[in-house]
């Protein structure tokens, strides 16, 4: 059974930091990666990232936010950095089975941006 454990968000000014955790258990992954779902929009990609480190982000997190993944923990994170009101959204991870594709999905984890 896959198990997501989502941690790291939090209320923050504009300008400042946010780390946020992913662990998975109970597969071996490939891709993972982060989306996020803002008040009335639907959700999207912020960024993805392969077993082998590829990484593909959205256009409006580059150069702030950074994925990686630590392949024997399972856990994949996002650093975000220089945050701005805009961010303010739920943020889930997501996972990819190696071998059935399956996708699963974290609980999500608020991130708030506001001075």
């Known amino acids: 059974q896959v198990q997501l454990v989502e941690s790291g968000g939090g209320l923050v000014q504009p300008g400042e930091s946010l780390r946020l955790s992913c662990a998975a258990s109970g597969r071996i992954f490939s891709a993972m990666g982060w989306y996020r779902q803002a008040p009335g929009k639907q959700r999207e990609l912020v960024a993805t990232?392969?077993?082998?480190?590829?990484?593909n982000y959205a256009d409006s997190v580059k150069g702030r936010f950074t994925i990686s993944r630590d392949n024997a923990k399972n856990t994949v994170y996002l650093q975000m950095n220089s945050l701005k009101p805009e961010d303010t959204a739920v943020y889930y991870c997501?996972?990819?089975?190696?071998?059935?594709?399956?996708?699963?999905w974290g609980q999500g984890t608020q991130v708030t941006v506001s001075s």
């Open positions: 997501n996972v990819n089975d190696i071998l059935t594709m399956r996708g699963y």
């Open positions: 990232i392969s077993r082998g480190g590829n990484t």
